[in-house]
Structures are given as structure tokens and as C-alpha cells.
Nanobody, 112 residues
Framework: EVQLQASGGGLGQPGGSLRLSCSAS????????MGWVRQAPGKEREFVAG????????YYSDSVSGRFTISRDNAKNTLYLQMNSLKSEDTGVYYC?????RGQGTLVTVSS
């Protein structure tokens, strides 16, 4: 069974940073592209970032490009999202994804 457990969310200051982690199990992590999506209150879920199986290719939404960095550690079966220069519009629940599978999310709130 695929399990994706995100962590690291919490309260962030505007202009500040947070780092999310996603622990993966139940599949061969190093063989799959992974991603992050988020859902803000009252809004549709949206793509945030994606990374190829070996980390060579990374993709970002326009709204986070230049501020967020996706990375992975295949030895630890873990996906990361470094979030810098946080904005209030980054508030939402963040989920890591394997294809169409979405794990438990972690709440990020950006507020002063």
C-alpha cells in the first residue's frame, strides 16, 4: 500500500521559510517522479512542484517559481519542499503526490 506522509507545516511569517518533508513507503520510491500540490481554503487544489525520479528535472508553478525548491533523497525515501519568501497566498494544505495518489497533507499558514 502506497503511503505518503507529509510533515513540517505550521505557522510561517511573510518573507520567512518553511521546509516540508514527505516520507514515502509501500513502493520503490527511487523509480517514480513525485510532486507537491496544495489546496487553499475555498479554492481548488493546484500543482506546486514536481521532480523526476532522479531529481534531474524539476517543475514549478508560476506562483512559486524562484521561491520554492523541490528535492528528494532516494536513499531515505523522502521528498522535500523548501519554501522561501513566504506569502499569505501560500497558505493551504500541502500534499505530496505519486501520480494521482495523494497522501496526508500538512497545513501551512502564512501570517504575521
Amino acid at each position: 500500500e502506497v503511503q505518503l506522509q507529509a510533515s513540517g507545516g505550521g505557522l510561517g511569517q511573510p518573507g520567512g521559510s518553511l521546509r516540508l518533508s514527505c516520507s514515502a513507503s509501500g513502493f520503490t520510491f527511487r523509480n517514480f517522479a513525485m510532486g507537491w500540490v496544495r489546496q487553499a481554503p475555498g479554492k481548488e487544489r493546484e500543482f506546486v512542484a514536481g521532480i523526476s525520479w532522479n531529481g534531474a528535472r524539476r517543475y514549478y508553478s508560476d506562483s512559486v517559481s524562484g521561491r520554492f525548491t523541490i528535492s528528494r533523497d532516494n536513499a531515505k525515501n523522502t521528498l522535500y519542499l523548501q519554501m522561501n519568501s513566504l506569502k499569505s497566498e501560500d497558505t493551504g494544505v500541502y500534499y505530496c503526490t505519486k501520480g494521482q495518489t495523494r497522501g496526508q497533507g500538512t497545513l501551512v499558514t502564512v501570517s504575521s
